[in-house]
Every structure is written in structure tokens, then in C-alpha cells.
Nanobody, 125 residues
Framework: QVRLVESGGGLVQAGGSLRLSCAASGRAFSHYAVGWFRQAPGKEREFVAAITWTGGSTHYADSVKVRFTISRDNTENTVYLQMNSLKPEDTAVYSC??????????????????WGQGTQVTVSA
């Protein structure tokens, strides 16, 4: 069983940047796709981005495309989410989750397996 731990969240002004990390332990997820989701208060969880286990393919929600970049380092069992040009509407708890490679492309949370606890991102106006 894999344990995922997110870090890198914090408070940043609009226009600023943050880099989130998702570290895996217990079982390497080098053969799994990994996705990032976010959930703002009072809103449903939404897909943000995902990456294949090789890193050769990525896909994003339209709301973050161009501003966010997902990447991974399988030697470190870590997936990253670089977030630039942050907006107040990006404020949310960000969580990562692994995904069976056969399900890659799906943005539905139910198609993801192990989840981390999340890290808070707050963007002030």
C-alpha cells in the first residue's frame, strides 16, 4: 500500500508561485499515473492535472492550463505541481492521488486510488 504526503502549500499573493510536492512511501508509484485535485470550501473536488508514470503525457483542467505544470521524479518517488500566476480562485486544499495506468485520462476522482491528506493553498488578492 502506498502512502502519499503533500507539501509546499502556503499563503501567497495573487500573481505569485508555489510548488507542491507529492511524496510516496510504502510502495513506489513509478508505474502509476498521478493526479492532483483541489477542493475549495463549499465546492466539489475538482481535477487539476495528471501525469503518466513515464512523464511523457500530461493533461490539465482548462482553468489551470498554461499556468500550472505537473512533473515527476520517479527516482525520488515524487510528483510536483508548479503553480504560477496564482489567482484567488486557486485557493483550495490540494491533494494528490495515484491512478492505474489503464485509467489514465479519466478526471473522475473515483478512478484514482490512494490519496494524500492534502496541503492548503491560499492566494490573497
Amino acid at each position: 500500500q502506498v502512502r502519499l504526503v503533500e507539501s509546499g502549500g502556503g499563503l501567497v499573493q495573487a500573481g505569485g508561485s508555489l510548488r507542491l510536492s507529492c511524496a510516496a512511501s510504502g510502495r513506489a508509484f513509478s508505474h502509476y499515473a498521478v493526479g492532483w485535485f483541489r477542493q475549495a470550501p463549499g465546492k466539489e473536488r475538482e481535477f487539476v492535472a495528471a501525469i503518466t508514470w513515464t512523464g511523457g503525457s500530461t493533461h490539465y483542467a482548462d482553468s489551470v492550463k498554461v499556468r500550472f505544470t505537473i512533473s515527476r521524479d520517479n527516482t525520488e518517488n515524487t510528483v510536483y505541481l508548479q503553480m504560477n500566476s496564482l489567482k484567488p480562485e486557486d485557493t483550495a486544499v490540494y491533494s494528490c492521488a495515484d491512478q492505474d495506468p489503464s485509467l489514465y485520462g479519466s478526471k473522475w476522482g473515483g478512478d484514482f486510488g490512494s490519496w494524500g491528506q492534502g496541503t492548503q493553498v491560499t492566494v490573497s488578492a
